[in-house]
């Protein structure tokens, strides 16, 4: 007991003392570089995202300068983009360019542009120094307070990783940064406006988002400079980069008519021979840092994510609960080194606790969180080295304590050992005879694997070849075990597969221990092929394969969804030609009722007409369709509808037409039938129920009662029929061919007369037919 009280005491002597000498080296300054190389691998593992479509970027880039023929640009040209953005009526300007001094020609035109433009911002260098002094804004955007500051703030290291909301001038008046100002008239349209909800703590609060100002000692800063009102940038890493546009387009009218409406614009300038570039965490070389106003743009973009969608800001842990974090990484490495006594065990289980909190840093800050990892590790391996150290130190004065011991009973434990071995020895006989047997269980079931014919191999937790069978061998176009065996598994592919397969597969293989998929493997002599692999982890940490060649397969499923696709294809060629042949044969009847004068002739070719009409609609709709074999009736219904009143010449300002029509999809002789039933009852509506000009309403229910039946209401509020007329016996040819139709449909009609004429039908849902 006492031995346990005193192994806990060294753990907790072990963790403090290891915390406090990575504290020390941390708020000396001396992690803090490693520090930002970590946040930097974290916004480059973190997975792209669309661009901001609110953002454009009118960039001025060699090709610009050298189109226009002077820099600075004239006024007079600015002038003409200015005019020409203004016209699509973009929400705000920004005019990422000093222009405090004219620029001939064209200036007096350009200081009424500013004075005409409310929604125009231009940038001032507010914090100068020896390098780049301080730079006034344009003198008329100034008295307009349409100003914004263009400074950033720079890590020791160059980089971006701080971006400034505002920041006090000479005369300590608040001056909003660019990108901040531009969210602002943005967010203003969508009645979002900043609020102060703590301002002791300066916490400000815009839409979703909540603003508070980074501290001198947050994330994996150490007494950092703190002027103005500063967060850590969040930056997009946009699929295809920044929505841009060249300055020649603007002026040359070659940008879409509606390209700035409702948006933020910035102009800037983008040629790489004025040095106007900064590296963010994206930024690896020169070609991928970004220009001014693409940075000025970038904060324009996270504040209204963060303030319309609710994109996370990266917010940072207190210094306290950092000084938790930290020592209970400590003490879990103390610990690890007294459970793991051997370096080997714990190196292993360092490494892995250490690939955790690597993994569960880089998931907090997809959420939005900057936790300091580098320190962690630190007091983690540190504490699991030093609690090793001093258990095997403990352990060898315990063994010399021991052998001491021993060298005192050494005859009985001669006596001892002789006996023991003596035992052994028959132990081990047995176990001879035992390992015999199961090597020739193993020889068997080997001989089986190399009779199959997939390929098989297992490798070791390092990813190389233990064992390969004679088909994994001739899959990959190898004759002997000895070329593979000890070279991992990455030789059987080109590295953009092997990429893939460290990317999308080992994360959902890792964590569920098996899978099944497709992988495109490398020949020994460079060909490729498909093949469909199996892969388990087995209790030893290696990796068992199963791979078999699948390429013939997948040429078959090429080839058959090809066929699939002309199929479809001569199917819509068919409704195309059925629905052209039917509207040929509606403009005949339309021909031929211009020489008939006698009314009742004139009426039946229009009903036939309809008739047909509402055919080839149906025709039309499912060629229109992405389905081939089933129609959306609510639309039919609606265009059938509509072309009955136009024949009829009926305006549906007299009357009103309702449709209450639930998603019913209907296939092609079900849909047909439904329509000349439908179009009979509207045709017979707009003739008979609403004499003269009086006005009405026809209403149309169609929906589903049951998993199999459709019930259509049809229903005017017309004249009506007669009291004395029986409605049962009325036997006109509009009503037998609704009778004959639901008779088709095999289902039930139901009519009524009672303030105009209710027609009641249902019939049993048509079975969906598979297309092939």
Known sequence: MKQKIWQWRGVLITATSVWLAVMLMRYAGGLQLLEWVAFDQFFLLRPMETPDPRIVIVTIDESDISEIGQWPIPDSVLVKVLQKLQQQQPRAIGLALYRNLPVAPGHQKLVEVFESTPNLIGIKKVVGNVSEPAVESPPVLAQLAQVAAADLVLDADGKLRRSLLSLKDLEQQTVLSLGTKLALIYLEAENI????????????KLGKAVFTPLRANDGG????????????????????????????????????????????????LKAESFQDRFYTPYSHSLDTTLAGVEVHADLTSQILSAAVEGRPLIRVWSEYYEWLWTFAWSGIGAILGCKFQSPRGTVISTALTGSGLILGAYL???????????????????????????????????????????????????????????????????EIHERRLAEAEIQRQLTAIEATLDGMAILNQEGQYIYLNTAHLQLFGYTSPAQLVGKTWRELYYPEEVERIEREIFPFFLQSKQWRGETTGKRRDGSTFQEEVTLTVLEDGGLACVCRDITERKLYEAQLQASLQEKELLLKEVYHRVKNNLQVITSIFSLQSQYIEEPQMLSILTECQNRIHSMAL??????????????????????????????????????????????????????ILCGLLINELISNSLKHAFPGQTSGEISINFSTNSESKLNLIFKDNGVGLPAELDIQQINSLGLRLVRALTRQLKGKLQMHSNNGVLFQIEFPKPKERRRF
């Open 193 to 204: 406006t900043l609020q102060v909800i703590d301002e002791s703590q300066r916490r400000l």
């Open 221 to 268: 800063y150490i007494k950092a400079d703190l002027g103005g009102y500063q967060i850590l940038s969040n930056f997009r890493r946009p699929r295809g980069g920044l929505n841009t546009v060249s300055l020649t387009a603007v002026l040359e009218d070659k940008i879409p008519p509606e390209l700035v409406r409702d948006r933020v614009v910035l102009i800037g």
């Open 364 to 430: 907090l800050f997809l959420a939005g969180w900057w936790i300091v990892v580098v320190p962690s590790l630190l007091c983690l391996s540190g504490a699991a080295i030093t609690s090793t150290g001093y258990i095997l130190w403990e352990n060898l004065k315990l063994s010399h304590r021991q052998l001491a011991d021993y060298a005192r009973t050494l005859e009985q434990k001669v006596e001892a050992r002789t006996l023991e071995l003596s035992e052994n020895n028959l132990r081990l006989q047995q």
């Open 618 to 671: 149906i025709h039309q709709k499912l060629y229109q369709s992405d389905s081939l074999t089933q129609i959306d009736f609510a639309d039919y219904i609606e265009s059938l509808a509509h072309q009955l009143f136009v024949s009829c010449n009926v305006s549906p300002n007299r009357i009103l037409l309702k449709l209450k029509v639930t998603d019913v999809s209907l296939n092609l002789d079900t849909a």
